[in-house]
């Protein structure tokens, strides 16, 4: 888990987003509330949706526009194979982990969770590589598209 994690507020525009994850070299950060507590995460993949169909630039878009509330989190005592489920079954390659109260105090990545297996790791888990293969395939698995989100749509040659 990344113990002090960047984030940012429903207020923060998409501009300002990009410059984080990419100072930061990673692909989402949890948004947080005035008290601390995770409200969503926003995703390199969001700004990108929300610049391409808005039609505004990223600057004058807020994060509050595109996050969804849907906020899927682990807390500081999840077992690491709950967590797992987490990520299978909402299909998410990274967890906040909260505290008792809501508050964030890390980000779990499937990335960390990888790199934790490998033997030589200093921080070496004791997980096999079944879990792991099985929880990266769900996630990677397509999701079924509901009516209410956009359908492919068909370009000039296709």
């Known amino acids: 888990m990344?113990?002090?994690?960047?984030?940012?507020?429903?207020?923060?525009?998409?501009?300002?987003?990009?410059?984080?994850l990419w100072e930061n070299d990673?692909?989402?950060?949890?948004?947080?509330?005035?008290d601390h507590k995770v409200v969503g995460m926003i995703t390199d993949r969001d700004i990108c949706m929300a610049a391409a169909t808005r039609h505004r630039p990223p600057g004058e878009i807020t994060v509050a526009e595109v996050i969804d509330g849907n906020v899927y989190m682990c807390r500081l005592d999840t077992d690491l194979g709950e967590a797992?489920?987490?990520?299978k079954q909402e299909q998410v390659r990274r967890l906040p982990v909260v505290d008792a109260d809501g508050k964030l105090q890390g980000v779990l990545s499937l990335a960390d969770?990888?790199?934790?297996?490998?033997?030589?790791?200093?921080?070496?888990?004791?997980?096999?590589?079944?879990?792991?293969?099985?929880?990266?395939?769900?996630?990677?698995?397509?999701?079924?598209?509901?009516a209410a989100e956009p359908q492919k749509v068909q370009g000039k040659g296709a």
């Open 2 to 20: 990344v113990a002090e994690p960047v984030f940012c507020d429903s207020e923060t525009d998409l501009a300002s987003v990009a410059h984080l």
């Open 26 to 34: 990673c692909g989402s950060v949890p948004v947080i509330a005035p």
């Open 84 to 87: 797992m489920l987490i990520m």
């Open 113 to 146: 969770i990888i790199l934790s297996a490998e033997p030589h790791s200093a921080k070496a888990i004791k997980l096999s590589a079944g879990p792991i293969m099985e929880t990266l395939k769900a996630i990677c698995s397509p999701r079924a598209v509901s």
